[in-house]
């Protein structure tokens, strides 16, 4: 009989990670990333994620900020390019992912959605969900290898004064 149980995926990272000058996406997550080992995910696991940091800005250019599951091609639950408000000093954001695995193996799928908390101000935000359509609450992943869980993002416009952070990250495993 195997035992289940709720348990943090490590490592723990207690530095903030703090990105600028870029406009494509990528990953902005701290160092060491967390690592779901291969074969670990089963049918019926769970997977928790959390993300929280904040942004700074010159203008108003756009952010895009997503949660992935080994490269940032493979988006679990993402924003559309959100517009932020000019002058933005670390307006924090949030965000909170429940995935449940319906299959396994190198085309295994999971389902899950959560919701982004993007700061409007520096003590206010707006609420959306992620991913934005039905289509994308369905992701193929490859169960069968290690994989990093990051958090991605993408400026609209490059400037050394638009900085995205990461002050933590953490990965639940529910099975």
Do not use: H
Not at 66 to 87: C, F, K, Q, R, V
């Amino acid at each position: 009989m195997r035992q289940y149980w709720v348990a943090p995926v490590g490592p723990f990272n207690t530095a903030d990670s703090s990105f600028s000058t870029f406009t494509t996406l990528q990953s902005v997550s701290q160092a060491p990333g967390i690592i779901l080992p291969a074969n670990l995910l089963e049918v019926g696991s769970e997977v928790r994620i959390v993300a929280m940091g904040e942004f700074s800005t010159t203008g108003t250019p756009t952010l895009q900020l997503g949660l992935y599951y080994g490269t940032t091609a493979t988006a679990l639950a993402a924003n559309a390019a959100t517009t932020t408000g000019s002058g933005a000093a670390s307006w924090p954001w949030r965000m909170e992912y429940d995935g449940v695995v319906r299959s396994v193996g190198t085309s295994g799928t999971i389902n899950g959605q959560g919701v982004l908390f993007f700061g409007t101000s520096l003590t206010a935000w707006t609420v959306s969900p992620i991913p934005l359509t039905l289509a994308a609450r369905t992701v193929t992943i490859d169960t069968t290898t290690a994989k990093e869980i990051q958090v991605g993002a993408a400026w609209g416009t490059s400037s050394a004064s638009n900085i995205v952070k990461v002050n933590d990250l953490s990965v639940t495993l529910i099975s």
